[in-house]
Structure formats: C-alpha cells, structure tokens
C-alpha cells in the first residue's frame, strides 16, 4: 500500500491553507507538525534536510516529490481533485484572473505581514507604513468580494482557504476590524466543516 501525501504544518501559519483546502477537496492526508524554532518534526525528524527552505507549508507526495510555496499547494489540491470545484478549469482568462488573486494575497497580504511577524526591531515609521499598505490591499479585498458569498462567486475555492488564513492572520497581527462584508466573511467560512477541522487538527481555535 502507498504512503498517503504527508502536509507538513506549523498551527495557525499559512500552512492553514493548504490544510483546509485538501480537506475542502475530501483528499486521504497525514499531518506532520513542525516546530519552526527548531526545525524538527514532532517525532524528531530533520525537517531542514527534507525542506531546505525550511518552512512550512510542504506537501510530501506519496512519489517522493515535495512541493512548496503555498499558492502552488493550492494549485495542486485544486488541479488534483477537480470534482470538489476548488478552482476554475484551467485554459482560459477566468483562470487567470483567479491566480491573480491568489497571488496577490500571497504576495501582498502573506508576504507583508513580516514587520508584525518576523523583522525584529522595526522602527515605529515602518510600522505604520506597512499598516496602512496591508489596510489598502484588504480594502481591495473587501470591494472584490462585496455581497459575494466567496471570492470566486458561489462556491468555496482555494482562494477563500488562503483568504481565511490572511484575513485571520491580519485581524489578529494589527488588532482590527475587518472592513465591509470581510468580518462576516470570515465566520461564514469559520463554521464550515473543513476550516472546523483543520483548526481543531491543528489545535487552535
Ligand atoms: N513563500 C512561502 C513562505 C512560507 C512562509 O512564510 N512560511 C512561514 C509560516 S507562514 C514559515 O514557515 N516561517 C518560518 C521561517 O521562515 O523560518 C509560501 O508562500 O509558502
């Protein structure tokens, strides 16, 4: 018998993402946690070695291939499991424009909460320069989403599961309310059974 895929996850991170997504997608998975501190896995393995990035998230496929880079985990579960819907088909400008977002929510939420993660010692200008930026991006955010149910229309995508984690991520880092319909957003997809279960998996609220 094969080895299921194996996602490597740290609690609460952007691992989250991906996390809900194969869930969402109904996929056969194991958890490995990550200490990133360390760099070990909970049963004490290299994780470093495996993934010399060393960050989380990675997905182990069950041939030995390890992905990384987030947005491209959500490709993957989205591309591999079609009949859950997680992303429009490939071929065409509705994709395009869906991975347009997806990246811009890695590139400009994800990647821009470092001041308030990862940078110590950032001066207080900076600070508030990189509030304000991460501010106008998820005012873009919440004019994209509107009256929407979900990003892309009405059903759950790998979007929403990577919007949840920034959104999450950002309302906690600053301190602040979410704006337009975003607050509301984000406890519609609280209650779903996959985000239920991927935060009780990992231990978190
Ligand atoms: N480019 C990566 C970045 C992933 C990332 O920043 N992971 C964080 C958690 S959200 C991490 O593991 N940080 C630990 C480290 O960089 O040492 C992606 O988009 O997946």
């Not at 989250?16 to 869930?23: D, E, F, G, N, T």
């Not at 001041?115 to 600070?127: D, G, H, I, L, Y």
């Not at 704006?179 to 009780?200: K, N, W």
Request: proline share 7%.
């Amino acid at each position: 018998m094969t080895e299921p895929m194996k996602l490597f996850y740290t609690p609460g991170v952007c691992s989250l993402a991906p996390h809900i997504a194969l869930r969402e997608a109904g996929a056969t998975f194991e958890l490995v946690r990550v200490d990133l501190k360390t760099k070990k896995t909970a049963d004490g393995g290299d994780f470093a070695r495996l993934n010399p990035k060393s960050y989380v998230p990675a997905l182990l496929l069950p041939d030995g291939n390890l992905l990384t880079e987030t947005a491209v985990l959500l490709h993957y579960i989205a591309d591999t499991w079609p009949a859950a819907r997680l992303a429009p088909p490939r071929g065409d400008l509705v994709r395009i424009r869906f991975d347009e977002r997806l990246q811009f929510i890695a590139t400009e939420l994800h990647k821009g909460f470092a001041p308030f993660t990862v940078m110590p010692n950032v001066s207080e200008e900076s600070r508030r320069w990189a509030a304000q930026r991460l501010a106008d991006r998820v005012s873009l955010l919440a004019e994209a989403l509107a009256d929407r149910p979900f990003f892309h229309g009405e059903g759950f995508t790998v979007l929403d599961a990577y919007a949840y984690f920034a959104l999450r991520t950002y309302r906690y880092l600053l301190g602040v309310e979410l704006p337009g319909a975003l607050g509301a957003y984000l406890d519609r997809l609280s209650a779903r059974p996959a985000v239920r279960a991927a935060l009780a998996a990992e231990g978190i609220q």
